[in-house]
């Protein structure tokens, strides 16, 4: 009726008349999502900007921490206190459109292997093997950063380590494959805690396929995995607490000298007041499973590799900072001999 008598008279009289609001008369529908454009980018510092995906992997990262179930709220103010300048509003759609908002629970398919025994009695290098994460903060960047270490219990020797903005299940994959090609991971035990890296299926399946065997500790019990904890306190008071980092590289050469002292130099009283790596050294050359070699391929390849003892003979740890560093003679005959064990070394661990 309005549209047919709107010519005639006036667009008051006829709403009174057809009782309809004005409102209601000229309302169209939106297209499309009312208001500004959603932003893709979120500064961060003075006058930095960086895509919203690493602000997204910052919070997983945030929320990888074993019991945090941060809200929008409280992850709001974590990435502020790492110089993020962003408020609820936007961390809540971040969240919200990732599935990370609070009362998410990680699904774990399958049964987990808990711990049976509390305290672990190695007898013997790569029987037991246990691994977490450390945030580390770097004062000079304002934000944290995430160590994680594996290390073998019957030495306390630390096997591998990495240090990175985060650590995720491709992170784990790699560093055990990894282990695999330098000992051998076959019946070895792998005890770590409940952490989203530990628990997902990708890792479970490798190392199923690696024929080693992986056990989780019971949840809000960290004593379970009391060696690697040990060694996180020991890291704390000797080092962390000591410097302030400048930067992810001035933090990273400092671990990196670190673990090199931990290993080599730092006397351990729970292994009889030596070295991590002298331990590790005993343990070889005792062990009935695995034939004994000498100091200088401990980073060569797997214990039980083929022509490994014969060739470790000369190899040298004369240059600590390059384990394993290959010193050839002038004998020709003597070089060839070298040559002919690697190659044999290479085959058997598939290239």
Same mark, same amino acid.
């Given at each position: 009726m309005i549209a047919r008598y709107k010519y005639r008279t006036g667009i008051d009289n006829l709403c009174r008349w057809a009782d309809v609001a004005k409102s209601s008369l000229y309302y169209r529908a939106h297209p499309g999502p009312r208001g500004m454009k959603v932003s893709t980018h979120t500064l961060i510092g003075d006058c930095g900007i960086v895509e919203n995906n690493l602000v997204v992997d910052q919070m997983r990262a945030v929320l990888t921490m074993e019991y945090c179930v941060y809200g929008y709220r409280k992850m709001t103010k974590?990435?502020?206190?790492?110089?993020y300048q962003i408020n609820?509003?936007?961390?809540?759609r971040l969240m919200k459109e990732n599935h990370l908002l609070c009362g998410k629970r990680i699904s774990v #398919?399958?049964? $987990?292997?808990?711990?049976?025994?509390r305290r672990i009695e190695a007898k013997r290098p790569m029987e037991y093997l246990c691994l977490d994460i450390k945030y580390i903060w770097v004062q000079g960047e304002g934000r944290w950063y995430y160590q994680l270490a594996i290390m073998d219990v019957f030495s $306390? $020797? !630390?096997l591998c380590w990495i240090f990175q903005r985060s650590v995720r299940q491709t992170d784990v994959i790699a560093l055990m494959r990894g282990l695999d090609l330098r000992f051998g991971l076959k019946g070895v035990i792998i005890r770590n805690d409940n952490g989203s890296q530990? !628990?997902? $299926? #990708?890792?479970?399946?490798?190392? #199923?396929?690696l024929e080693a065997q992986q056990e989780f500790t019971h949840v809000a019990t960290p004593e379970e995995n009391a060696y690697i904890e040990a060694f996180h306190s020991i890291e704390q008071s000797e080092l962390i607490d000591r410097h302030s980092f400048l930067s992810f590289y001035d933090a990273k050469q400092h671990i990196e000298k670190y673990m090199h002292w931990y290993n080599f130099k730092r006397k351990h009283g729970a292994i009889g007041f030596i070295t991590p790596m002298k331990k590790w050294a005993e343990g070889i050359s005792l062990s009935a499973v695995r034939p004994p070699f000498a100091s200088g391929t401990l980073d060569l390849s797997r214990?039980?590799?083929i022509g490994l003892r014969e060739a470790s003979a000369l190899y040298s740890l004369d240059k600590p900072n390059e384990p394993g560093y290959l010193c050839l003679s002038a004998d020709k005959d003597n070089n060839e001999s070298v040559v002919n064990h690697l190659e044999k070394t290479v085959q058997f661990i598939g290239g």
């Open positions: 974590e990435l502020q206190d790492l110089e609820h509003k936007k961390v809540y #398919q399958g049964k $987990r292997k808990w711990v049976k025994h $306390r $020797r !630390i530990f !628990i997902a $299926r #990708q890792v479970r399946e490798v190392l #199923q396929s214990p039980d590799s």
